[in-house]
């Protein structure tokens, strides 16, 4: 019980303010459509870290950290400006896209996690702890307590902000974030 207690704890206070709440408003602002954003969460979430508890040791033993920032770098920087790229049926009232929002979501939210904090949390609690089970469940509960209220706010954020807003606003994080990890990369930060 240790292990799924200190690791829920740890993510849920590591995900405060990162960019997947950031992306968990987003999405809910964009779909309008809580409960299955929150299934695509926690499914992608589960996924990850229990793929980062068995693997993520191993992968980082493949990847230096420069190489890893200009993956992350030139990803994000290609998210943002695709979300500058409006969809057909944004004008949809219901928000649906062609892959919905639990798809969207799920995808989304496990490319998000690639090389974030609350991953490489998750590693290092799967090798001291030994319990891949308790620390990628407690990882995705905590996950999950940082998120779903962001969720939740989107939806409330969606009746009142217009698309072109978020988009813009989304896509600017995910630029800076991108240029952030590229000047790590270069070593200039």
């Known amino acids: 019980m240790e292990a799924f207690f200190i690791s829920m704890s740890a993510v ?3 995900e405060i303010g990162d960019k997947t709440q950031l992306l968990a408003l987003v999405l809910a602002a964009r779909f309008r459509k809580p409960l299955p954003i929150i299934a695509g969460i926690f499914v992608a979430t589960i996924v990850n870290h229990a793929l980062a ?3 993520g040791i191993l992968i980082a033993g493949w990847l230096t950290p420069e190489i890893l920032n200009w ?3 030139v990803s994000f920087i290609a998210a943002g400006i695709w979300m500058l790229i409006p969809d057909k049926v944004d004008d949809v009232s219901d928000g649906a896209s062609r892959f919905g929002p639990f798809i969207t979501t799920t995808i989304a939210f ?3 996690e690639m090389g974030d904090k609350t991953q490489l949390a998750t590693i290092g609690l799967a090798a001291r702890f030994h319990d891949l089970l308790s620390v990628a469940a407690g990882t995705t509960i ?3 307590i940082a998120n779903v209220p962001a969720v939740f706010l989107g939806e ?7 698309m072109q807003l978020v988009r813009g ?3 600017a994080i995910f630029v800076a974030l991108g240029s952030v ?3 790590e990369a270069l070593k200039l930060i």
């Not at 409330?156 to 217009?162: S, T, V």
């Open 53 to 55: 508890a068995e693997l």
């Open 71 to 73: 993956v992350l770098g």
């Open 181 to 183: 990890a590229l000047l």
């Open 12 to 14: 849920a206070v590591a």
């Open 110 to 112: 496990f490319l998000a």
């Open 142 to 144: 905590g996950m999950m």
């Open 169 to 171: 606003t989304a896509a």
């Open 156 to 162: 409330i954020a969606a009746k009142a902000l217009p």
